[in-house]
């Protein structure tokens, strides 16, 4: 739809000329991008399937992406050139200068455009010809209106298999395991927590099976996946103290964390260890951090009111006090000096602690482990085990027979024969095959189509699949997360758009730098400076994330003419770069929580912008030339802004704008409250100030509030103070305000009138 309108825009612009030849030529080849495009997604579908089947397929894949980009780019340059040309000839009122400026615009599309309209088309049509080829070459020539398979519901509650009906019911509610029982035993008798005989006979029985045999009672039992090969131990932490180190380890999502879970709300292991606590450490190791969570997990202080020293001495004391039992997951990369400075403040804890280590690396699983025991490699599901989970997520709790669905069995038992037993694999894969296309019809027929709402629910159906969790660290706050797993994969599959620095020393060998659309910059490093400068030569990017305390003034944001996303949050600019008032493709600027106190005069004729993120930031003036961003969806401003805001002349100009947290109403022409008519896009809260400006129910009528079916909460505030002079005219001014019928929480402050409205 957006590329239709290009066209649009541009023909109107292009019949102004005086040479409809060339205006007429410049259209038609306009026209033909989109038809182009079309063809060339459907291409880009086939090779997304192929590319699994033949490596091969990769580079000419990624050939047509560039080329598709750089297409979609130029359609979307040209719509936002004929815009900002029509807001910019908005402010002129002689009508010979509206002529020669809509000329000018219109003379630099065909001068400029022309040349690039075919190059661009040449290569798009090349690379889909090249990819379509090599896939029917291969055979690769299915249509792209196939479907996945389609069952009836999707699995609320993962369901736990290869156990006692007892252990099946209370464990399916707790949603946390999948045929890891005898693991789960095996690893707790080894931390020395009594087992009942049932269960000690069933581990028992789970070794001998395994082939293992306690040879002498000074001989250490090995556990089922325990390595014989672990290599020579030379750590001091290896020696056996008081606390015993068990680390478990295997590939990411195998199911590592959900076991040490498993282990750490087990009742035994709660009543044998009296203190408990439990660390996320990820792939960095910081120490200050994890005894700073480790001391406010245990002793319930807050760590900051103690020195380095202080909290160290006070938690050694607390950990002689009660046996412990402290988990250390999902530990990255470490090295031997690291582990030995934290291991010297927990290993003297009361006799018969232990410490639970989770890691994807063998090497660090072999550096924590004490000699006492052998680390625990954690392997995938057993084929059956495996089998039965992965159906159960694809077909859900209704999985059809066997005989039913021959074909497809076959399809999902190639698929879980790759998947090496990994249950996170099969509950991302399977949940993708598992799809009610009743909710496809909903999302498009719903009631509610705005943009934000259809986001929502994607977002939705991707933590339904697992693709993506809340996360932990923030319950509370809409934070997501991928599992490593996913992420390794996004990373492998989007290596030539997307492009992270974190490390200045990194020369990124092998990446097609010039066709990057992605990049985050995470880096807090003087040396930066002379680094930045490198941006401005990556032209195609469409996202820049500068998660950087960005103090150097930058001049060079006007190369970057794709850029549709921009973050500066945190940076420490009083005022923002001249040049990113060149930046007319810009849909989304972050400068939250910055020190942004001014933006610059031509910020304001961004007539594309659609978010502008200034909460928590420094910014002390909103221009009245804001209401020329027609285009605002979203506006978060501080408070003293928002105010500032709300005094401003033809806010109605801003019709699709979503957030307006104060409206002051004055009598003057575009002060009143008619301004508020076309804004039924406005939701959340919305407090219209100064309503005794307003005089009667016709005019009350006027701001349509009816109509803002995405309000919830609604302050209709008549003045700042109170009186006691009843004034029944404003009984009609309220009853023509007419909240919508949603409405959540209605307000009423310092009204005068004598009776409320009966509707």
């Known amino acids: ?52 089947k033949n490596k091969d397929l990769a580079a000419l894949l990624w050939h047509l992406k560039d080329a598709t980009y750089d297409a979609e780019d130029l359609l979307r340059e040209s719509n936002d050139q004929v815009l900002w ?49 090599e896939l029917n070459s291969v055979g690769l020539n299915f249509e792209i209106v196939q479907h996945m398979p389609v069952t009836s519901s999707v699995i609320g509650v993962p369901q736990v298999f290869g156990h006692d009906e007892e252990r099946d019911l209370v464990i399916e509610k707790l949603g946390v395991m999948i045929g890891r029982d005898n693991e789960r035993d ?85 009543s044998h260890f009296r203190m408990r606590t439990w660390v996320c450490v990820s792939d960095l190791f910081d120490k200050k951090r994890i005894i700073e969570e480790i001391f406010k997990s245990i002793t319930k202080k807050d760590s900051s009111q103690h020195s380095s ?69 954690l392997k995938g599901l057993d084929e059956d085990k495996f089998w039965n989970f992965f159906k159960d997520c694809a077909f859900g709790q209704k999985r059809p027979a066997d005989s039913e669905c021959n074909n497809l069995h076959k399809i999902g038992q190639s698929i879980a024969s790759r998947l090496c037993g990994s249950p996170l694999a099969a509950k991302t894969l399977g949940r993708l095959l598992n799809m009610e296309l009743t909710s496809l019809v909903k999302l498009v027929s719903g009631e509610r189509t705005r943009p934000e709402d259809i986001g929502i629910r994607y977002l939705d159906d991707l933590r339904s ?13 809409s934070r997501y997360v991928m599992h490593d797993l996913i992420h390794d994969m996004a990373q492998s599959v989007s290596v030539n758009e997307c492009l992270l620095l974190q490390d200045l020393s990194s020369r990124n060998e092998g990446r097609k730098l010039h066709a990057v659309r992605h990049m985050s910059v995470q880096v807090a490093d003087e040396s930066l400076k002379s680094e930045l400068r490198d941006i401005q030569y990556l032209n195609k990017l469409h996202s820049l994330r500068l998660g950087i305390n960005l103090k150097v003034e930058i001049t060079w944001f006007n190369q970057l003419s794709n850029i549709l996303f921009m973050s500066l949050q945190g940076c420490k600019l009083v005022k923002l770069p001249e040049s990113i008032g060149e930046l007319h493709s810009l849909r989304y600027l972050d400068i939250s929580h910055s020190c942004v106190k001014e933006l610059p005069e031509k910020f304001w004729r961004l007539y594309s912008l659609q978010v502008v993120d200034a909460r928590r930031s420094s910014l002390r003036a909103i221009s009245p030339d804001v209401t020329k961003l027609i285009n605002l969806r979203r506006l978060a401003l501080p408070t003293n802004c928002a105010l500032k805001l709300s005094v401003l002349t033809r806010l109605g100009n801003l019709s699709r704008l979503r957030n307006l947290k104060y409206f002051t109403v004055a009598p003057r022409n575009g002060r009143k409250i008619g301004e508020l008519k076309d804004m039924d896009k406005l939701s959340g809260t919305l407090t219209i100030k100064s309503i005794c400006n307003v005089k009667s129910k016709e005019e009350a009528s006027e701001a349509r509030l009816v109509d803002k079916q995405y309000l919830k909460t ?27 019928r949603r409405i959540e929480c209605l307000k009423v402050e310092n009204f005068r009138g004598d009776s409320f409205c009966s509707s």
């Open 1 to 52: 739809m957006e590329m239709l309108q290009s066209v649009i825009n541009i023909r109107e612009a292009v019949s102004t000329m005086i040479n409809f030849g060339e205006a007429s030529k410049l259209e038609k080849d306009l026209s033909c991008l989109p038809v182009s495009l079309d063809k060339a997604r459907a291409v880009i579908y086939r090779g997304e399937w192929g590319r699994f």
């Open 85 to 133: 040309q029509k807001m910019e000839d908005a402010d002129r009122s002689l009508a010979g200068q509206f002529f020669s400026s809509s000329l000018n615009v219109v003379q630099t599309l065909i001068g400029g455009s022309k040349t690039r309209i075919k190059e661009v088309q040449d290569k798009l049509n090349k690379a889909v010809a090249d990819l379509e080829g």
């Open 186 to 270: 095996l690893v707790i008798e080894k931390m020395g927590v009594p087992l009942t005989r049932f269960v000690a006979a069933r581990a028992k029985g789970k070794r001998a099976a395994g082939g293992t045999v306690a040879k002498s009672a000074s001989t250490p039992k090995r556990l089922k996946g325990e390595s014989s090969r672990a290599g020579p131990r030379i750590s001091q932490s290896k020696c056996i103290g008081n606390v015993s180190i068990l680390p478990i380890f295997g590939i990411g999502g195998v199911g590592k964390t959900t076991l040490a879970q498993y282990i750490y709300n087990d009742e035994r292991v709660r």
């Open 309 to 377: 020293n202080d909290l160290q001495e006070e938690l050694k004391k607390k950990l002689k006090s009660q046996k412990f039992l402290l988990v250390l997951d999902d530990i990255w990369s470490i090295t031997n000096r690291e582990w030995e400075e934290l291991n010297a403040l927990l290993k003297d804890g009361l006799k018969g602690s232990m410490i639970l280590v989770t890691t994807r690396l063998q090497n660090v699983a072999n550096l924590v482990c004490t000699n006492n025991f052998e680390p625990f490699e």
């Open 465 to 477: 699949r697992f693709l993506l969790q809340i996360d932990p660290k923030y319950p509370d706050e």
């Open 714 to 740: 609604l302050d209709l505030w008549w003045r700042d103070s109170d009186g006691y002079n009843v004034m029944s005219s404003e009984n009609g001014v309220l009853e023509g305000l007419c909240p919508p």
